[in-house]
């Protein structure tokens, strides 16, 4: 079956970097847009970033434009997240999704999600 496991998240100060890492199986990572997105406590969920097939093509939130790098390496099934000038309203559970439609930040495309892991970035 299809799984999805991020990993790398945790507490930081602000101004900090982060690096999240999505491990992919049971799918071919090659042919799936991916994503990040990110709920924090009391508020829905929220795209972060995107990247096509191949990894030429990224999408970024406004709000994380210039901070966060998304990229990928199919042969190793894996998504990254670089998270850098973290700020406290960067605290969230943060997700990553497959979709076989074009990455976008709309997350009802999206076809199989991970369960998520915490970031945390105090001041």
């Known amino acids: 079956q299809v799984q999805l496991v991020e990993s790398g998240g945790g507490l930081v100060q602000v101004g900090g970097s982060l690096r999240l890492s999505c491990t992919t199986s049971?799918?071919?990572?090659?042919?799936?847009?991916m994503g990040w997105f990110r709920q924090a406590p009391g508020k829905e969920r929220e795209f972060v970033a995107g990247v096509h097939w191949r990894g030429v093509i990224t999408l970024y939130a406004d709000s994380v434009k210039g901070r966060f790098t998304i990229s990928r390496d199919n042969a190793k099934n894996t998504v990254n997240l670089q998270m850098n000038s973290l700020k406290p309203e960067d605290t969230a559970v943060y997700y990553c999704a497959a979709t076989r439609s074009w990455a976008t930040p709309r997350s009802r495309e999206y076809d199989y999600w991970g369960q998520g892991t915490q970031v945390t970035v105090s001041s």
């Open positions: 049971g799918l071919t990572l090659s042919t799936y847009a």
